[in-house]
């Protein structure tokens, strides 16, 4: 991934974030494959469809802003006290103070 492109997911992706970060949300982090961009959310606790949902219109903004690339959004659940960063990928833009 050369570094423009890094920059600007990261940056489109924070303001694509903003509004849809719930209370349960404990990491957002994102990588690329090829054309495709993954990007991961971390719960704690149950996963809600309201939180899927809210993710969902975030990813969906995040797509507005590529042409070609397809956006994966992941959902896992990792309870605290467990620690997430084994599991996040190669970019973190969101991290919850614990």
Sequence with gaps: MNKDFRVRLL????????????????AVSCGVA???????VVF????????????????????SHFEHELIDMQYIRIDVPQSFRDNVLELCVYQRRE
Excluded at 34 to 40: D, L, P, S, T
Excluded at 44 to 63: V, Y
Aim: no cysteine.
């Design 11 to 26: 940056l489109v992706l924070q303001t694509s974030l903003l509004g849809y970060i719930g209370a349960n949300v404990r």
């Design 34 to 40: 090829g054309e495709n961009i993954m990007v991961q």
């Design 44 to 63: 704690d606790g149950p996963i809600a469809d309201e939180d899927k949902e809210a993710m969902d219109e975030a990813g969906s903004e995040l797509a």
